[in-house]
């Protein structure tokens, strides 16, 4: 099955040199190599990747205990075999303060999953971080695996729309089913006009709808 098609907690081993993946938290974060490694039918798998970080307060050196990473693969044999076959981007949401929170995040995902199918999948995953240069590897903690954007259109026959909207200006509907599942799960951190809501539409003159 795919990596979204399954509610299980997915145990994978980041490796590389991660002090410098960790530490590289500047605007113009570059990308490191890495390998993530998994079991499948008792066997280890590996695929090389790269990851950089990503984000704004959670990249700010101090304010968590690791900052969230984008994984971006390399199409190739070993990636067409294993359960990261289709994935080009994914973010990787990393425990800001403790293990709580991830595991929440990733609950609310899948309950707004159930409201719209225009909304992200996740995948949460168990992740031990393993430093190749200081041979020294992390007890595992909760991250999540999310979506990637294209694909998240993609899988609703839309395509991505990179326009400064107000509001009142993108689907009513979607929008205030968005807007109450917010006030529900209480999250006041959104906006559609600064852009932290994803538009998407048929084509390019059809009116957007929010997808947070």
Request: include cysteine.
């Given at each position: 099955?795919?990596?979204?098609?399954?509610?299980?907690?997915l145990?994978?081993?980041?490796?590389?040199?991660?002090?410098?993946?960790?530490?590289?938290?500047?605007?113009?974060?570059?990308?490191?190599?890495?390998?993530?490694?998994?079991?499948?039918?008792?066997?280890?798998?590996?695929?090389?990747?790269?990851?950089?970080?990503?984000?704004?307060f959670?990249?700010?050196?101090?304010?968590?205990?690791?900052?969230?990473?984008?994984?971006?693969?390399?199409?190739?044999?070993?990636?067409?075999?294993?359960?990261?076959?289709?994935?080009?981007?994914?973010?990787?949401?990393?425990?800001?303060?403790?293990?709580?929170?991830?595991?929440?995040?990733w609950?609310?995902?899948r309950?707004?999953?159930?409201?719209?199918?225009?909304s992200?999948?996740?995948?949460?995953?168990?992740?031990e971080?393993?430093?190749?240069?200081?041979?020294?590897?992390?007890?595992?903690?909760?991250?999540?695996?999310?979506?990637?954007?294209?694909?998240?259109?993609?899988?609703?026959?839309?395509?991505?729309?990179?326009?400064?909207?107000?509001?009142?200006?993108?689907?009513?509907?979607?929008?205030?089913?968005m807007?109450?599942?917010e006030?529900?799960?209480?999250?006041?951190d959104?906006?559609?006009?600064?852009?932290?809501?994803?538009?998407?539409?048929?084509?390019?003159?059809?009116?957007?709808?929010?997808?947070p």
């Amino acid at each position: 099955s795919g990596l979204f098609d399954n509610d299980s907690t997915l145990k994978i081993t980041l490796s590389g040199n991660l002090r410098d993946l960790m530490t590289d938290v500047a605007d113009n974060s570059q990308n490191h190599p890495v390998a993530i490694s998994y079991t499948q039918n008792g066997k280890e798998v590996s695929i090389n990747a790269e990851a950089k970080t990503r984000g704004h307060f959670r990249r700010t050196m101090g304010n968590c205990t690791y900052p969230p990473l984008l994984l971006q693969f390399t199409n190739n044999d070993a990636l067409s075999s294993s359960i990261f076959k289709g994935q080009d981007k994914l973010k990787l949401v990393m425990p800001c303060v403790g293990d709580d929170y991830v595991t929440r995040e990733w609950m609310i995902y899948r309950i707004y999953n159930l409201v719209t199918p225009k909304s992200f999948k996740a995948r949460l995953v168990s992740v031990e971080l393993y430093d190749t240069k200081k041979k020294k590897s992390t007890s595992p903690f909760y991250g999540i695996l999310l979506e990637d954007d294209k694909q998240m259109a993609k899988r609703n026959e839309d395509v991505l729309i990179k326009l400064q909207l107000r509001p009142e200006q993108t689907d009513s509907m979607d929008f205030l089913k968005m807007a109450v599942f917010e006030y529900l799960i209480g999250n006041t951190d959104w906006s559609v006009q600064f852009q932290n809501v994803k538009l998407v539409a048929r084509d390019s003159l059809a009116i957007p709808a929010t997808v947070p």
